[in-house]
């Protein structure tokens, strides 16, 4: 079965650089989450949307946006990088009005902030 | 969302089931009690949810108490593949936004 794919999986940056990470959601569902994990620590909840328009925002720095495309894959902005930034940041989707109403998590993009 | 309380941490024989307590005394009528693992540095994955009633699926099964205060996840033949940590979410499933708040978890040790 499809999964969630996010690229890169792997990213290396210096401080107060930009990037961008990409999600694809499963076909067929409608939202997708962001999540940041920092080392040792459990995953905290960015930002969400919904077809295509923002539906709910976590704990997320003003330094970050994201947005959803009309094919609705997401990404996720991160400018003027700083060494805590490094973390593992997860994308999940979700197809609303199904059964489980679950949220399916993809592999990750490491960021590594220098 | 219901606060919930999981032990830190558990170790589980290879091929005994292991049993991870969860629990929720807060929890509100139509909240539902989810299950996910992550296995080091992977995404979460989902594993089971339930409303009052016992579930069992490939993966697990998932107790829940009659007065739904406490829970228990089963994973009845634990493999080396199975340690990971497991955390114990409560929620309102369609609720707005839908986001999953991790907090704590049991980080469960499968051990040849």
């Known amino acids: 079965a499809a999964g969630v794919i996010q690229s890169p999986r792997h990213l290396i940056k210096e401080k107060r650089e930009t990037a961008t990470l990409k999600c694809y959601p499963i076909?067929?569902?409608?939202?997708v989450y962001w999540y940041q994990q920092g080392p040792g620590q459990d995953p905290q909840f960015l930002i969400s949307f919904y077809e295509k328009m923002q539906s709910d925002k976590g704990s997320i720095p003003d330094r970050f946006s994201a947005q959803q495309f009309s094919d609705y894959h997401s990404e996720l902005n991160m400018s003027s990088l700083e060494l805590g930034d490094s973390a593992l940041y997860f994308c999940a989707s979700r197809r609303t009005g199904g059964t489980q109403e679950t949220q399916y998590f993809g592999p990750g993009t490491r960021l590594l902030v220098l | 969302d219901a606060k919930t309380t999981q032990p830190p941490s558990m170790d589980c024989a290879e091929g005994r089931a292991a049993n991870l307590p969860c629990n929720h005394s807060?929890?509100?009528?139509?909240?539902?009690v989810y299950w996910y693992r992550q296995i080091h540095s992977q995404g979460p994955q989902y594993i089971i949810h339930?409303?009052?009633n016992n579930e069992t699926n490939e993966m697990a099964s998932l107790i829940i108490t009659e007065d739904r205060k406490s829970s228990t996840l089963i994973l009845p033949h634990a493999t080396l593949r199975d340690t990971a940590v497991y955390y114990c979410?409560?929620?309102?499933?369609?609720?707005?936004?839908?986001?999953?708040?991790f907090g704590g978890g049991t980080r469960l040790m499968v051990k040849p």
């Open positions: 076909p067929r569902h409608d939202t």
């Open positions: 807060t929890i509100s009528g139509n909240e539902y």
């Open positions: 339930g409303l009052k």
């Open positions: 979410i409560v929620r309102v499933p369609n609720n707005a936004g839908n986001m999953l708040t």
